[in-house]
Nanobody, 121 residues
Framework: VQLQACGGGLVQAGGSLRLSCVAS????????MGWFRQAPGKEREFVAA???????KHSDFVWGRFTISRVNAKNAAYPQMESLTPEDTAVYFC????????????????WGQGTQVTVSS
């Protein structure tokens, strides 16, 4: 499975962005999809994930601001990000996994290249 993430960019605080992750190869409908982010000097952290059954999980720091969804017919997953703050500045990575669990980095076997999100104050 190959993943291509896009949609990042520069946005002002309070603004919104919609990232996209498009998969090729594999069976997307059976793949759990996750989003992680990594800020300079920090470890990669979980943002949100959506299971093959459309269950969702969001980290506490994005709860109520980010919404993850998927469209299997397009082999794509999307986090809609609202009310962005400078603390959301990071490289955002999409990931795919075929296992039972779908929140930790180790649950995901496939990774996209990352897309930069920069939020200015």
């Amino acid at each position: 499975v190959q993943l291509q993430a896009c949609g990042g960019g520069l946005v002002q605080a309070g603004g919104s962005l919609r990232l996209s992750c498009v998969a090729s190869g594999g069976t997307f409908s059976q793949t759990n999809m996750g989003w992680f982010r990594q800020a300079p000097g920090k470890e990669r952290e979980f943002v949100a994930a959506i299971s093959r059954n459309n269950a969702t999980k969001h980290s506490d720091f994005v709860w109520g601001r980010f919404t993850i969804s998927r469209v299997n017919a397009k082999n794509a997953a999307y986090p809609q990000m609202e009310s962005l703050t400078p603390e959301d500045t990071a490289v955002y990575f999409c990931a795919g996994g075929d296992g039972r669990d779908w929140r930790r980095i180790r649950d995901f076997s496939y990774w996209g290249q990352g897309t930069q999100v920069t939020v200015s104050s």
